[in-house]
Structure formats: C-alpha cells, structure tokens
C-alpha cells in the first residue's frame, strides 16, 4: 500500500522501467551502459547501506545484502580515474550508493521532503540516471575511513561543505576529496560532503530497472 500511494506522484518524465529499451539504447551508444562495480575492483570498498538497516529509513530498499552497484560508463571511467589517483596516496574509495531505481527515491522523498538531503521525484535524481556517486576515502593499509566530521546521510549543517567548525584534519579530507572528483569531472552537492555528480551534456533518462534486471 505505501508504495502505492508513492505511485500517485507526478514526475516530469516518465521513468524507464523496460530492460529492452535499456539495452537497445546500450547498443545505439556505449556510453549508456551501466557499469557494474563490485568488490572486485581494486581501490573500492562497498557499504550499500540502503541494502541494509544500518540507514536513516531504518530498513532495506535495496536487496538486503546487495553487492554491487552500477554507474554510467563515463562516470564509472572517471571515477576509475580516481580510484587511482588516490592509489598512489595509499587511499581508496568507499561507495555508499550510487545507481538508485526510482521507486528508491520515492521513498527517501517521503521521509526527507528536503531538496538539499534527498531529490525530488517530480524531477529524478542523478542516482536514478547512473551519473551520481555517494562516497568517503579509506586508507589501503587500515582500511579505516578517514574522518569526515559526519557520517553518511547526516542531513545537518555539519555536512555542508561550507560549514568550517570541525578539526583541520577533517576539513582537509573534505577538500582531498572534493579536490580529486573535480579533477576528473565530478561536481560536489553543497549540503552533503559525500554526494557527488559526474559532469555531461548528454541528457540521460531516469531510470526504475531493478538491480538483478541489469545484472543479468
């Protein structure tokens, strides 16, 4: 009933839920696939907390347990890019979330109406086309993250980039991070230190496939 209530909402652009027309598309341009991230890759750790109850809505909204996630493929060659820069300051990335189906960000929006926390269903979200990244930076060799003065989804100034009353060695893993995904084409979200959107002219559609959908 909850997510049938969701439906209701009106968005500016229907979201595509068809695998076929998904693949068609991948077969027209390259750049449209959605490239699967795993555990595999070197220099990536994944913590998919929306696959868990370890996240704000107290329950999963992902696959419980789920171990992969996808990017568009040149925002996943970008942050490939860096991945390995980081690599060579014995750094590595930790994906909280990124490719999100839209019914996913239905529910987030009815629990946080707040445009600087959650994205609008009326509009889609950059997760919900493939271009969006949420991530910290851990150390290779601890695998500890490095102190970023909140965690993830802390929906409070504290996790505004501008906001500057936190330890020097927390305000300059901030600007380590931000610094390395503007080098290779990742723009930051004001209010959250971890939310970041690769850069592109081309217009992408949002998208609601399941996971398993485009693992297959």
């Known amino acids: 009933m909850f997510l049938l209530a969701l439906c209701r909402l009106s968005y500016a ?9 998904y693949r068609l598309s991948v077969a027209q341009n390259s750049n449209n696939q959605l490239i699967k991230i795993d555990k595999t890759q070197q220099g990536i750790q994944l913590d998919l907390v929306y696959g868990s109850t370890n996240n704000f809505v107290k329950k999963p ?14 925002a996943y060659e970008a942050l490939l890019a860096v991945v ?5 300051q014995g750094l590595g990335i930790q994906l909280f979330d990124a ?14 109406p707040d445009e600087r926390y959650a994205a609008n269903p009326k509009k ?7 271009l969006a990244v949420d991530l910290s930076v851990y150390d290779l ?3 500890k993250l490095l102190p970023m003065g909140t965690g993830f989804d802390n929906f409070s100034d504290t996790a505004h980039h501008s906001f500057t009353d936190l330890p020097q060695a927390q305000r300059d893993n901030r600007a380590l991070l931000k610094n390395v995904m503007a080098r290779h084409g990742f723009t930051a979200l004001d209010s959250e230190w971890w939310h970041y959107t690769f850069k592109t002219d081309t217009v992408y559609p949002v ?3 399941p996971f398993a959908e485009l693992a297959r």
Not at 13 to 21: E, I, K, M, R
Not at 61 to 72: D, E, I, K, M, N
Not at 103 to 111: A, E, F, G, K, M
């Open 99 to 112: 490719y999100r189906p839209y019914d996913v960000t239905r529910i987030l929006w009815s629990i946080v």
């Open 84 to 88: 390995q820069e980081l690599r060579q």
């Open 141 to 143: 060799k601890t695998g």
């Open 61 to 74: 909204v992902y696959p419980r347990g789920l171990a992969y996630t996808f990017l568009r493929k040149p």
């Open 124 to 130: 889609g979200s950059y997760h919900n086309r493939g």
């Open 13 to 21: 652009q229907p979201p595509t839920q068809d695998l076929a027309a």
């Open 207 to 209: 998208l609601n496939i």
